[in-house]
Structures are given as C-alpha cells and as structure tokens.
C-alpha cells in the first residue's frame, strides 16, 4: 500500500478490507504515523502523539482478527481525540497552560467505547485554549493550519481534529460542540462534522470549562457521512456516568444510508445570520438546494419567530456555566490564562442569575418554535460558517475585511464565525456539516443539515444522498 | 459597571490595570445590551429549559408466558 492511498480510504472500505485480512492494521497505522511525521511539522494538528500505543493497539488488533475475532467496524481504524477528552496515562491540556501537565487516570466514555470496538488512537489535537474560539491560535501551542492553504486558519476549537481528518492524518476524529467547534472547523477544512442530539453522546470525560453544562456536546468528524455513521453507532448510547445522556435506543445509523429521499421535505432557515453571509456562500447553498431538488425534495423557507434572539440565549447560558467550572483557576492561577480569555471569564461571573433564568425560559420557546419547524420539513438547511477560511492574519487583527467593510470577528452578538451554528447549541438538535461547494480561492464551503431530537438516522440519510450526487466529498487538500 | 469588576478583582486577587478594569467593564456592559431583548418577550406561563428533554424509553413489550 503507498502512503498517497491514505488520502482515499474511507472507513467504510477499509474496515471490509481489514476484516478480509487484505489491509493490516499494523502496516495501515504505520503509514499514517509516517504521514503525521512528515505533514505534522507544518499542519500542527496533533499535540501529543501515541506512536508506541498506538501500534500496540494495532498488534493486537490484527492479531485478533487474523484469529477470526472481529470487533466490527471500527476494528483497527486510526483515530484521533480532540484533546479535551480525557485519556488514561496521557497528557490532557484542553489547549491550556493551567492543565499543561494533567495525566488522567480514566478515559473518557467515548474513549472508552472506541477502545472496546478495537479503533486505534493516534493521538491527541490541538484545539483552542478551553475550546473557546473559532479560528484555531493558541498562545500556548502554536496554530494549527489549514490544508487548503497553510496562510489560512482551520477553524476550531476542533481545529486540530479537522485539519487530521482533511489532511488524511487519521480516518475519523472525536471533538467537541458548544457553539459549532465541530461544525466549524469542519466547514473550513471541507470534511463531514456531526454535533448529535444534546445527550446521544456522552459527554463523560470532558474537561470541565471547555463547554456550557446545556449546550456542549461530543461529535464526529469523518471525511464521509458513511464513515460518520459507522462511529456515531459505536459512541451513541446513554451512559451511567453522565446523567445528562439520555436514555433512547441507538439505531444502526449506517443502515440509513443509501436510503432515498425522494419527496422529503427541506427547508432553508431564514435569520439573522443572512446578512453576514458573503456571497460565495450563498450561492453554494442555493446550488444546493437545487441539487435537493433535482433528488426530488421538496424545498420550502423555514423561519422561527425568535431566532434573533439566539445568541443572547447562548451568550447567557454557555458562558455562565462554563465560567463556573473555572472558579478555582480565577482564584489561583488567574493569569495562566490567555488576557482574553481571563477578561472573558470575569465578564462571565457578572452574568445575573435572573439573566440566566429569563434566557432559559426565551429558550424553551424557541425550542417549541423549532419543534413545530421540523413538523412541516424533514430537515433544516442552513450555512455553516458564513464565511469561508479566513486568513491567520485576518484572525490574528481581529476582523475580516470584505468589499471595504470591517467585519469584527467578535461582536455585541458574540462570535461572527458560529453565528449560524449557534441555534443548535441552544435547541440540541442534531446539526451535520457537510461540504457543499468551494470559493473561487480554493476553499471549502459547509452547509449544515439539521434533524429533530433524535433524528441523526433523517440527518444520515437526507446529508448521505446529496454527498453522492454533489461529489464535494472526492476532491483533497494539495498537500 | 467598572465598580462590579474592581469588586470582583478584589474578591479574586487578579491584580487588574485600570486598563484591563475598562476593557472587562466594556465587555459586560455590551452583553447587557445583548440581554435586554430577552425581557421583551412575553414568557408567562414557560418554565425556564433546565435540560434539553429525553426521549421517553420506550415501553418493553410484554413478555409471552406460556400456559
């Protein structure tokens, strides 16, 4: 096998090919851990790498199979774990200096899980400081790159985790979801990102403050929607260890794919975000609703009485819960944080409490309006960042600049890159990114497909059958 | 505003600047504007979302007993 094949596996054939014995989950982790050697120094996505474990993992991962013990899908396929996530005996930072040198002694359920169906991982990514941002710096280690243009940031706070998924670093990753860090990330590096339903996945293992308790969820980045289902059918399932998992039956979600979608409903959700959406992008969605179209859905506008009160809902609830788990490090190590960062925190710890309250109960009523939505429609459609990959200069000033306005990439509103992931944060509705065009530059472009509570099998199937007929999926990164 | 964040600075021991105090004051002062819409909304009668709801779990079937 040459290292140039990785950029074409999928999950889905080479899990039939390793289960056939005619790819060697030795041979196959070695090629990608020869390929992070190389590609790593200039991407930065990985921050710790598990060469030796990984390869023990492999060991016993083929030799398990050669002796006809197949685990199942996941079954010597190369991961990697946002590094939020707590693995045992490996070095767990959440991109800050404060946990620079945190060892944990537990994995976390998702990690748990991967483990049991026999996935080997690679190693931990890079993220942003707390996994609070968009862009994908981080003071302390360095910034990733994006693989469709190095000048260019990937996104995050799964930056990390996206930029491995794109540049074939490892077949799928883990990261987290609070404000769109899977979905984002995932957008700028043209590849596919799931935020589940709020308790599909657990969330067991966490680092505490690099989330809101109510709007942080684990999700899936994957180069295919296939692929996506494969993992999200291992990690899904309610967990004993986090009582906000929830309880439903998880489906075989790999069934859903190749199902038709003729005379399903879409509709594309109208609101505040349009008027931050540059023109590439809405084109890019507009051919895509033909291409739904052209699969016989039918297309219709969605819009939601209170949606302009969406990030004032998040603002409200995402920073004061995460701010709370961020008490002791205020008290002890205030200036181990980035300034902003700190600066973000203290305002958070002036959130009143009847601000918090009024806010959950604005929420509950767009949450109703988004139920009684997705009554009418099968899916949602929406964009995902309403930008493409802005440039790490770009980021680094603060705001973008396009046709000579002066875009601020924080704003009264909170963060212009997840104005339009947001709303799923708020509501918990399963939202997947999927690629959908690129700029005249070269750059990905995501539009995100949103399902009711629990309906990631709908999401699956309506994101599966527009993958297919776009083709967006085939193209790579000229790395 | 910068009264609360000096209040603040005092409690914690951050070792704020002058500087730092506006900036944070700033910061507070523009997501209170960001939250006042939120009081404009007629919410009589919603309780406030504590959790996003579970999915029920669904009834077992009946277990056949033999006769």
């Known amino acids: 096998m040459k290292p140039t094949v990785l950029e074409e596996l999928t999950i889905a054939e080479t899990s039939r090919r390793i289960r056939k014995k005619e790819i060697s989950p030795v041979e196959l982790t070695r090629l990608y851990l020869e390929r992070i050697e190389a590609l790593n120094p200039s991407l930065n996505a990985y921050l710790t790498l598990m060469k030796d474990r990984a390869l023990a993992t492999a060991k016993t991962a083929e030799r398990e199979i050669w002796r006809g013990k197949y685990r199942g899908r996941l079954h010597g396929i190369p991961f990697?774990?946002?590094?939020?996530?707590?693995?045992?005996?490996?070095?767990?930072?959440?991109?800050?200096?404060?946990?620079?040198?945190?060892?944990?002694?537990?994995?976390?359920?998702?990690?748990?899980?991967?483990?049991?169906?026999?996935?080997?991982?690679?190693?931990?990514?890079?993220?942003?400081?707390?996994?609070?941002?968009?862009?994908?710096?981080?003071?302390?280690?360095?910034?990733?790159?994006?693989?469709?243009?190095?000048?260019?940031?990937?996104?995050?706070?799964?930056?990390?985790?996206?930029?491995?998924?794109?540049?074939?670093?490892?077949?799928?990753?883990?990261?987290?979801?609070?404000?769109?860090?899977?979905?984002?990330?995932?957008?700028?590096?043209?590849?596919?990102?799931?935020?589940?339903?709020?308790?599909?996945?657990?969330?067991?293992?966490?680092?505490?403050?690099?989330?809101?308790?109510?709007?942080?969820?684990?999700?899936?980045?994957?180069?295919?929607?296939?692929?996506?289902?494969?993992?999200?059918?291992?990690?899904?399932?309610?967990?004993?260890?986090?009582?906000?998992?929830?309880?439903?039956?998880?489906?075989?979600?790999?069934?859903?794919?190749?199902?038709?979608?003729?005379?399903?409903?879409?509709?594309?959700?109208?609101?505040?975000?349009?008027?931050?959406?540059?023109?590439?992008?809405?084109?890019?969605?507009?051919e895509a609703v033909k291409t739904f179209q052209s699969l016989k859905m039918k297309f219709t506008e969605v819009t939601i009485p209170h949606l302009d009160l969406v990030p004032a809902v998040q603002m409200a609830s995402s920073r004061s819960e995460s701010t709370t788990d961020h008490d002791v490090y205020l008290r002890t190590r205030p200036r181990d944080y980035s300034s902003s960062l700190l600066y973000g925190n203290i305002a958070g710890l002036l959130i009143p409490a009847k601000v918090f309250i009024q806010a959950q109960r604005v929420r509950r009523l767009i949450c109703q309006e988004f139920e009684q939505a997705l009554e009418k429609v099968d899916v949602i459609i929406a964009p995902t960042v309403p930008v493409p990959a802005p440039t790490i200069e770009e980021c680094t000033k603060g705001y973008l600049e396009r046709d000579g306005r002066r875009i601020p990439l924080l704003d009264k509103r909170g963060n212009y890159l997840m104005l339009s992931t947001i709303p799923f944060n708020v509501t918990g509705l399963p939202s997947m990114t999927v690629p959908c065009g690129f700029s005249a530059l070269g750059l990905p472009i995501g539009m995100q497909i949103v399902g009711g509570l629990f309906r990631e099998e709908t999401v699956i199937q309506v994101a599966h059958s527009y993958e297919r007929k776009a083709g967006w999926y085939k193209r790579r990164p000229p790395l | 505003m910068k009264e609360m964040v000096r209040r603040l600075d005092a409690e914690y021991g951050f070792a704020l600047t002058e500087e730092e105090i506006e900036l944070i004051a700033k910061q507070v002062e523009d997501a209170n504007q960001l939250f006042k819409p939120l009081f404009e909304v007629d919410v009589t009668g919603i309780m406030p979302l504590m959790k996003i709801d579970r999915k029920p779990k669904p009834r077992a079937k009946p277990k056949r007993t033999r006769k």
Request: one cysteine or more; proline letters at 5%; aromatic letters at 6%.
């Open chain 1, 80 to 286: 990697s774990i946002k590094d939020n996530l707590a693995i045992k005996g490996v070095r767990t930072t959440a991109g800050s200096k404060i946990l620079s040198e945190w060892v944990p002694d537990f994995d976390a359920t998702v990690v748990a899980r991967l483990t049991e169906s026999g996935a080997v991982i690679l190693g931990k990514t890079q993220m942003h400081e707390w996994a609070r941002g968009s862009h994908g710096i981080n003071p302390f280690y360095g910034t990733t790159h994006n693989p469709w243009d190095l000048k260019r940031v990937p996104g995050g706070s799964s930056g990390g985790s996206a930029v491995a998924v794109a540049a074939s670093l490892c077949m799928a990753s883990i990261g987290t979801d609070s404000a769109g860090s899977v979905r984002n990330p995932s957008s700028f590096c043209g590849v596919v990102g799931l935020k589940p339903t709020y308790g599909r996945v657990s969330t067991y293992g966490g680092v505490p403050g690099t989330g809101g308790h109510s709007t942080n969820h684990f999700g899936v980045l994957t180069k295919t929607v296939e692929d996506c289902a494969l993992v999200l059918e291992t990690i899904a399932g309610y967990d004993p260890k986090d009582s906000l998992s929830a309880e439903a039956p998880v489906p075989r979600y790999s069934r859903a794919v190749g199902k038709g979608i003729r005379g399903m409903k879409v509709g594309l959700l109208r609101g505040y975000f349009d008027e931050a959406v540059e023109d590439e992008v809405r084109s890019a969605l507009d």
